[in-house]
């Protein structure tokens, strides 16, 4: 699976595909930057208004595709979550983390797009949830 298969639009697609692009990191250090990033929103949440939920939806979500990743999985898979988990831990992406309420909607785009490819579709339902509940406002 290559980032050319997920199902999102052309600037994601070519950001995740920068990111696989990557070497691999072990998934403990990614793990730590992922749960840091949710940090940092939670600090910035107590000053202005920025997607909390959204954020500990992802880091929840990113941390358990870690948790499942194997030494001897398949490296396109490897760099598929690795690219995920670099999207969301990068604030200034295609929207900039920190600077409104949807600020992660492109971030769970591409979580909820490397579920698919992964076949662990079913991690991303608390996330597509918020995302839909956010497009009936």
Request: aromatic share 2%.
């Amino acid at each position: 699976m290559n980032a050319t298969n997920l199902l999102l639009p052309a600037a994601l697609k070519a950001r995740v595909e920068a990111l696989m692009d990557l070497p691999l990191e072990s998934t403990e250090d990614l793990a730590a930057e992922v749960t840091r990033h949710a940090r940092v929103m939670e600090i910035v949440s107590k000053k202005r208004p920025v997607a909390l939920p959204m954020a500990l939806a992802l880091s929840h979500g990113l941390r358990l595709l870690l948790d499942e990743v194997k030494p001897d999985q398949d490296d396109e898979n490897r760099k598929l979550i690795q690219a995920a988990c670099r999207y969301f831990i990068e604030s200034e992406d295609g929207d900039h983390d920190l600077a409104s309420e949807s600020g992660l909607d492109d971030d769970a785009e591409v979580f909820v797009a490397v579920t698919r490819a992964v076949h662990r579709l079913e991690l991303s339902d608390p996330v597509t949830a918020m995302l839909r509940e956010k497009r009936k406002s």
